[in-house]
């Protein structure tokens, strides 16, 4: 009996990208369903009704939420091309990054984005601080894992699109030479066929961004 796998997210989702990048690494066909926000599915309220949101995975009709969740499970499931090592200390130091992006590095940056005036300044202030951590963990490495991707760089992928739609909205520059490490990854990470073959579409990314960005910051 064949496998069904389902996955729920937008076509423009940074959390939703790290699980086709797994599914693509595993070689696992899947239905990606894009959900409008504004006017969310039953199918999606169905299979996540605590958190209502993208993205979803759904597997032989068991749903799983929440993006590192699904990764994991994704990686349990699926034992070919793993993105977690066996050693515990380095699985663990996988882990650490992940949740260091989800909670630190992507709030700081989208402070940048979103604020004004001082809190724009504190946010920028933390946000090279987060990214001098990320390149300082880079240091002899060419992926975070090592010599090839894994659950880190999926989830710290998103600098390697997003991250120019939101300087290029901004006119902000916040990767630049202070961060060569960083910069040689997001090269390596970005020349791979299944990470940007992926990529949503740059113009898309900034007419949406572009938007936010004015939404957040009204002409005076």
């Given at each position: 009996m064949a496998e069904e796998v389902k996955l729920f997210k937008t076509w423009s989702t940074r959390f939703g990208l790290r699980i086709v990048w797994a599914l693509k690494l595993k070689g696992i066909q899947y239905d990606a369903i894009d959900e409008d926000l504004s006017n969310k599915s039953a199918l999606l309220l169905q299979y996540n009704p605590v958190y209502k949101k993208v993205p979803v995975l759904v597997h032989n009709g068991k749903p799983i939420s929440e993006s590192l969740v699904i990764l994991e499970y994704i990686d349990e499931t699926w034992k070919q091309n793993p993105i977690l090592p066996q050693d515990p200390l380095e699985k663990a130091r996988e882990r650490f990054w992940a949740k260091f992006n989800d909670e630190k590095l992507l709030?700081?940056?989208?402070?940048?984005f979103t604020k004004e005036g001082k809190e724009r300044e504190e946010a920028i202030t933390d946000s090279l601080e987060n990214l001098k951590f990320v390149e300082e963990e880079l240091t002899g490495k060419k992926f975070f894992g090592g010599e090839k991707i894994g659950l880190a760089?999926?989830?710290?992928?998103?600098?390697?699109?997003?991250?120019?739609?939101?300087?290029?909205?901004?006119?902000l520059k916040i990767i630049d030479e202070r961060f060569p490490l960083l910069v040689a990854w997001i090269q390596e990470f970005s020349e791979l066929p299944i990470i940007k073959d992926n990529f949503p579409p740059h113009d898309k990314l900034i007419i949406k961004y572009q938007a936010f960005y004015e939404k957040c910051h009204p002409a005076k």
């Open positions: 709030p700081s940056i989208w402070g940048v760089d999926l989830v710290f992928g998103w600098l390697a699109y997003l991250i120019c739609v939101f300087e290029e909205v901004t006119g």
